[in-house]
Each structure stands twice: as C-alpha cells, then as structure tokens.
C-alpha cells in the first residue's frame, strides 16, 4: 500500500470518527436537558419616535422580530435541529422598548388626559419602568437554571424592589429617587441579591463542584517533520547522511461528560501516523491507535444526586424568589400609582375649593365697594376686602401649581419617553374618579387580616424560599467536610498498522494495512490495557471547609430568627393599617360636619353683615374657615384613600382586589381591565369636561 493512500485513509477515517462523536454529545446534551414551563405573551410597543445610535434607518430592511424576553424560555439551550451550529452563535435578545402603548394616546380627549384610576393602572402595568426593569429578572433567573443544569455555579437574581418612579409617598412628591440599576434596587426580605445591608459573601454554592454535565469534546491534531543528526550512522539502520528524519501526523480527541450520582466518564483516543528513514522498523509508514475509556466515582465528598444538584434546586428557587419579587413589585407599583392619583384628586379638588374660595373673596369685595360709593360702609372694609383676594389668588396659584406638578408626576409614572414626549408633557391631566366613603367598614377580624398577609406576603415568601436555599447550603457544607474517595476503573487498547518495511527481514511476503485496521484492533481485545485505581486525598487540618460549614449553619440560623422578625413586623403593620383606617374614616365624617358647620356659619354672618348687625372681619374670618374646612375634607379624604391602599398592600390584596392579572404583568400585555373598589365618577370633573373653565395651566387673572 502506498504511503499516500495510507495517509488519507487514515485522515478520513480520524475525521468521520470525531464527527460522530460531537453530534453524540450535542445530542446527549440536548436530551438530558431539564425544562420549566415557559412564560407566555409578548411586550407591547411601537417604534421610536426619532432614530437612535444604532438602530437602522427607517427603510432599511428591517430584521425578524425576536420575542421579548418574557416570552422566551432561557432554561433550556439552542436547538440541536435544524442548525447544529446555533448552539455556538450569540442567541440574539430584543432590544428593550421606549416606547408607550397606543391606550395612553386612547384616552386622550380635546387635548386632555381624561383618566380614571383603572386606566391608570392598566397603562402603569405595560408601560411604567419600575415595572418594566423589574420584568428582566424572571429571564435573568431562567439563564441561572440553563447554568446548573450545565454543571456551573449560579449567579444569583436581584430580588429587590426597583423605585425609580417618584411620587406616592406619605409625604407626595417631596420623598425622592432611590435605587438604580438593571434588575433591580434592594433587596427584598429573602431575596437572591445582596443587598447593602446584607451579607456580601455567603456559603451559597459551599460544597464540591459538580462535573460539567454537558459533554465536552477535545480534539488535537499536529503534523510534525524533524531532521535530528545522529551519532550511530549506518549501524542504526539510517538512509541517509546520519540524519534521523521523522514526519508525524497525529489526531487525539477526548469526550468527557459528568452525571449527577458523582460519576464522570471520560473516553481518549489517540491516533498517530509516523514514517522515518529507518530501515530496521517493521512497518514504515507505521500507524499506531490506542484508547482509554475511565469512569470515575466519587465515593464520599461528592457521591449522589442530592448533592450534585443542589445548585439546580438553588436555581429553581431563585426563579420562585424572583417570581415572588416581580409580583411585588407590581404590588409595590400599583399601591404607587393609586396613592399618586390620590394626590392628583387632591390637587384638582383643592383648585377647586381654591377658585370657589377667589370668587367669594371677589364677591365680597365687589360689595364692599358699591356699599363704599353709597356710603354705607367705610372704606377700610374695602382695603380688607382687597387684602383677602390677593391671599386668595396667592392661594389659588399655589394650589395650581401643585396641581401642574402631580400630573406631570402621574405622566411620568404612566409612561416610558415622557421628557422626549413633548405632546403628553403639556397636556392636562383631569381625574375622573374620587373616594368613596362607605357607611361602615366592615374589616375582617385583624386575626384574619394577618392570616391572611401571612399566606400572600411576597417578602414573606422569599423568607421561606431562602430558607430552603440554607438548607441546601448546609447539605453542601457538610459533604465538603468528607475527604475526597474517588475509584476509577478504565479500559483500552492499542492497534498497529502501515506499510510493510521490505528492507526488513521476513517481511516480503507481509501484507499491508490503514487506519481501519489499527482501529479495529483496538476493540478485539488483541492488546488490552485495564485497571483499577483509588484516589485518596484527606486535608490533615481541613479547617476552611470547617469554616464552610459553621458559616452555613449560622446563617440558616440568622435566616430562621429574620423570618419570625418578619412575621412580627407584618402583624405590626397589618394592626397599625387597621388603626389608620379606622382613624381616617372618623377624620372624614368629622370634617364633613366641620365643613357643614363652617359653611352654614358663613352663611348666617352674611346675613347678619347685610343687616348690618355683623362686621366685615367676622365674615373675612367665617370665608376663612370655610376654606380651611374644605381643604381639610379633601385632605381627610385622600388620607383615607391612602390609607386603604396601605392595607390591601400589606395584606398583599392588591392584585385580587383590584382584578390584576399577574400573568399579563409578566407580558405587558394586559387584556383585563382592572377595577378598583371604592371609587365614585368625580362630577366636578365630568361638569368641566362638558363646560370648558379656567385650565390649571393657565396662570389666574
């Protein structure tokens, strides 16, 4: 056989053999690969409005879409069909959107924002950035869960609430920004991410490292020539001028994957064609083959599935923790949303009592003065009259003012581009709704309130899931405390082939072989090579997986005495709740009388001044207390509003109550309009509506 043919069946054969065993271990990979259930739906949104860096231009063809990362499953790998190779290319991710639903636009009427608290809510769950920030941990938590199923070490999921949205506060607008980042701010009570007062490094992941689990291939291939001067000369065999000239072609591969009982295989194979100027070697050239199969097993440190999938039992937490964290987020979000259109109907009710409050004052001082031309009243009166509309109008502009500032604070919570969106950010925005006050209370029994925040509390879930995940931490501790047993046990053979070397004596009549035939004789047992080895390795000392350990056990610790700090602190929150709503309805009912007495006092002193059995001062000082008495009922009301949002929030009621898909949250897609209880048409709002008056834009004349 010559010697080129015996090279290219040897290169063809090496080839087809490492091509088999790459697309086994794709396949092996893609079928011993675990799967959640994906999270359907998609993310609303239209193009932006000017071209950004990078983006293509306008006609240019544009790319397929891809499916927001909420509709994506990244738990699980590439395909292996139809493209074997995708599973090697970057996996695209859509950009993120900037852009605002077509239902903000739908509610705009003559230039105005005509918004009740359920269409608020509906645009802030597709279109507020809290919430869309936060919608990117559930598939950041889905790569975690590809990564140990792979054999890596977890990441970890933010779990923290994100606050980015001003407004909503106790105290309004004035409470500030908190939190920056993707993912995320703080993190929640149990949650996967560090938070700044939490603890910086953990045992999470302590214990032995799983073996990779997806197969790994490793190929080598090397084709050397070497002249190397020899000193023996002719009597070495050597054709040529006392040089040794060797040329070598090698292909070596190796596939290794690891399983879960603590088990590796590992299979080598190692080809070698080799020809020299050697007239004494019996074939030339000479093709030599040899492989090694060898499965280990862990047999104390890292010995059993419990211990080696942890880290994907962790994973499969974390997931849950961030589901957890996403809903309250949108919680967190929506109880915001509601407090903040409480603010934008106090604001617009107290220009309202502001207006009523200017034309009084204008209508008093329009008396005073014709009483003045007719000489009835002294010109003083007048003077006082004047000074009560320039308090009033001072009044009024403040309470616009503030009214301008809760609906750009409103606008800004409902929607992506706000200071890019010059339109929206002048328009007005009118609320349609106000608070209802219903004639009795009827709360559960504050027993069944704190059940029932117990069994639906987010951040109290977390505590739990957390919890589990100490445990897991624990497992890891411990078996990383035992020495490291391992038993290997291999098998191989070694194969020869080439063309027979005639200057050889005894070779003339041999018959010349490939690559094939050295292969062959690797299996038959010709040239076997087996046995058995154990591996011992104790650390004398063995003091950081002590360490390890102790960490593990007083952190589960910490986490059991946090999880029953929390749940006292969830049944503190749910009686004070309880407290303030009972309180704010009593603040209601007594400034409606207040506000009854107040205008029914200001009426009769009227009468008494126009019979002249009163002064001016004690009408000024009755208009006075009329105004402070309808602002206090605005104020009480709102107060209450807040209040009950407070409550349901912290009973985690918000969704059920409210009729809030958590599910279209995931997506941004919402289908179900949400309802809220206890809201009532605010009809100042509709009369403006249909008689155009004064527009809070505009400053007062």
């Known amino acids: 056989m010559s010697v080129a043919l015996v090279r290219s069946d040897f290169i063809r054969k090496v080839v087809s053999v490492v091509c088999l065993l790459g697309l086994a271990a794709s396949a092996q990979q893609g079928n011993t690969a675990l799967s959640l259930q ?81 269409d608020a809510i509906a645009v802030a769950l597709a279109d507020n950035l809290d919430i869309a920030i936060a919608r990117y941990n559930l598939p950041i938590a889905d790569t975690d869960i590809m990564l140990t199923k792979a054999g890596g070490l977890p990441r970890g999921v933010n779990a923290g609430v994100v606050s980015n949205t001003p407004g909503g506060g106790v105290g309004g607008i004035g409470q500030g920004v908190t939190g920056a980042g993707a993912g995320g701010t703080t993190a929640g009570a149990g949650g996967a991410g560090a938070g700044a007062a939490g603890i910086v490094g953990s045992t999470s992941g302590a214990g032995p490292q799983p073996d990779s689990f997806d197969p790994v291939l490793s190929a080598t291939f090397t084709t050397e020539h070497s002249q190397t001067p020899q000193n023996f000369g002719l009597l070495a065999g050597l054709t040529g001028a006392g040089n040794q000239v060797v040329h070598t072609t090698s292909g070596n591969f190796q596939y290794f994957q690891g399983f879960s009982p603590g088990t590796a295989l590992t299979v080598s194979v190692f080809n070698n064609r080799q020809s020299v100027n050697n007239a004494q070697v019996a074939f030339n050239p000479a093709v030599n083959s040899s492989f090694r199969a060898s499965i280990r097993q862990h047999l104390l440190q890292g010995l059993g599935p419990s211990i080696n999938t942890r880290l994907i039992r962790q994973a499969k937490n974390n997931k849950q923790i961030a589901e957890e964290a996403f809903r309250l987020q949108v919680i967190t979000t929506v109880s915001q949303i509601e407090n903040i259109y409480w603010d934008l109907v106090n604001a617009y009710q107290d220009v309202k009592v502001k207006e009523r409050s200017l034309a009084l004052a204008q209508k008093t001082l329009a008396d005073n003065q014709k009483q003045v031309e007719i000489g009835t009243l002294a010109p003083l009166d007048v003077v006082r009259a004047q000074s009560s509309v320039a308090s009033a109008e001072q009044d009024l502009i403040v309470s616009r003012t503030n009214l301008q500032l809760q609906q750009l604070t409103i606008k800004n919570a409902l929607t992506r581009n706000l200071p890019t969106n010059a339109e929206v950010m002048q328009m007005d925005v009118i609320p349609t709704d106000t608070v209802q006050i219903p004639e009795e209370e009827n709360l559960p029994p504050i027993e069944d309130l704190i059940k029932q925040a117990l069994a639906n509390r987010p951040d109290y879930k977390q ?44 070779n003339a009549g041999v018959q010349g072989s490939g690559f094939g035939d050295a292969f062959t004789n690797l299996f038959n047992s010709t040239a076997p090579d087996k046995g058995l080895t154990l591996n011992i390795t104790i650390p004398l000392g063995n003091r950081a997986a002590q360490a390890t350990q102790i960490r593990s056990q007083l952190e589960y610790q910490a986490s059991q005495l946090a999880l029953k700090s929390l749940e006292n602190q969830i049944a503190i929150q749910v009686r004070n709740d309880q407290f303030t709503v009972q309180q704010n309805r009593a603040r209601v009912a007594a400034a409606r009388k207040a506000r009854e007495l107040a205008a029914q006092t200001l009426d009769a002193e009227q009468k008494k001044y126009n019979l002249g059995a009163s002064t001016y001062l004690n009408v000024l000082q009755d208009e006075r207390d009329l105004a402070q008495a309808e602002s206090n009922l605005v104020s009480a009301e709102t107060n209450y509003a807040k209040s009950r949002v407070q409550l349901d929030k912290d009973i985690s009621q918000t969704l059920e109550r409210n009729n809030i898909k958590i599910d279209e949250a995931v997506t941004g897609k919402i289908q179900t309009n949400p309802n809220v209880p206890g809201v009532i048409p605010n009809k100042a709002a509709l009369q403006e509506l249909n008689s155009p008056k004064l527009q809070p834009s505009q400053p007062p004349k």
Request: proline share 17%; net charge positive.
């Open 38 to 118: 994906p999270v359907t739906g998609s993310q609303n949104g239209g193009p932006t409005a000017t071209q950004r860096p990078g983006e293509p231009a306008p006609n240019a063809p544009q790319p397929k879409a891809l499916p927001h990362p909420t509709q994506a499953d990244y738990s699980k790998p590439a395909p292996l069909l139809p493209n074997p190779f995708a599973r090697y290319k970057p996996r695209q991710v859509p950009p993120p959107i900037f852009t605002n639903t077509p239902r903000l636009r739908e509610l705009i009427q003559n230039g105005k924002v005509i918004l009740s608290l359920d």
């Open 463 to 506: 505590q739990q899931i957390n919890l589990r995940n100490s445990e897991i931490n624990i497992q890891g501790a411990r078996n990383g405390l035992l020495p490291t047993v391992d038993i290997v046990g291999f098998y191989g053979g070694a194969g020869l082939a080439g063309s027979p070397n005639t200057l050889v004596p005894g």
